[in-house]
T-cell receptor
Framework: DAGVIQSPRHEVTEMGQEVTLRCKPI?????LFWYRQTMMRGLELLIY????????DSGMPEDRFSAKMPNASFSTLKIQPSEPRDSAVYFCASKDREYQPQHFGDGTRLSIL | AQSVTQPDIHITVSEGASLELRCNYSYGATPYLFWYVQSPGQGLQLLLKYFSGDTLVQGIKGFEAEFKRSQSSFNLRKPSVHWSDAAEYFC????????????FGTGTRLKVLA
């Protein structure tokens, strides 16, 4: 089975630009998670969806961040406008049933200049 | 509130030596517990999980972990470390009901000396 697929793997853009990160969860998984990883703050949960519905977005740092899951096989995390402090590795993870672990994608390394 | 503590930020061991990475958790009931490994430039890969039953769980790559309720610990062990085990290791705790969120520890970076 294909794992969680994230795109792009790397993104370099200038401050103020809109950034869109994409995630395709494992087929059949009904929960999806967006994380951010930095040296200073470690791994932070930004938002998670269950059955395409956002359940907890308390980790979204600011209104500049938004996430959508229009269907079971696709999610986006958008930053608009981007700032240098948004530079990090962003991970997407998915899981199926309640007692199963989360499976992570390889991440998107985002650099905002 | 749930929390996970990995007291060792860095650990260095020689190849062939045994390894134990510590993880302590705080949770009101029996949690779900996980160990993940992250190699440079990669995502987190699941090593093993504990949900219930036998408190000694076996994982991939020769790793095992033991759940000790009395000590609120879930330490990861490997009897003989290989150079390819150099990576960062994360312990995570999940709730047994109500939410699918995990709380991750801050990670332990393992260095292996040849």
């Amino acid at each position: 089975d294909a794992g969680v697929i994230q795109s792009p793997r790397h993104e370099v853009t200038e401050m103020g630009q809109e950034v869109t990160l994409r995630c395709k969860p494992i087929s059949g998984h009904n929960s999806l998670f967006w994380y951010r990883q930095t040296m200073m703050r470690g791994l932070e949960l930004l938002i998670y969806f269950n059955n395409n519905v956002p359940i907890d977005d308390s980790g979204m740092p600011e209104d500049r961040f938004s996430a959508k899951m229009p269907n079971a096989s696709f999610s986006t995390l958008k930053i608009q406008p981007s700032e240098p402090r948004d530079s990090a590795v962003y991970f997407c993870a998915s899981k199926d049933r309640e007692y199963q672990p989360q499976h992570f994608g390889d991440g998107t390394r985002l650099s905002i200049l | 509130a749930q929390s996970v503590t990995q007291p060792d930020i860095h650990i260095t061991v020689s190849e062939g030596a045994s390894l134990e990475l510590r993880c302590n958790y705080s949770y009101g009931a029996t949690p779900y517990l996980f160990w993940y490994v992250q190699s440079p430039g990669q995502g987190l890969q699941l090593l093993l999980k504990y949900f219930s039953g036998d408190t000694l769980v076996q994982g991939i790559k020769g790793f095992e972990a033991e759940f000790k309720r009395s000590q609120s610990s879930f330490n990861l062990r490997k009897p003989s470390v290989h150079w390819s085990d150099a990576a960062e290791y994360f312990c995570a705790v999940g709730a047994t009901s109500g939410t699918y969120k995990y709380i991750f520890g801050t990670g332990t970076r393992l260095k292996v000396l040849a």
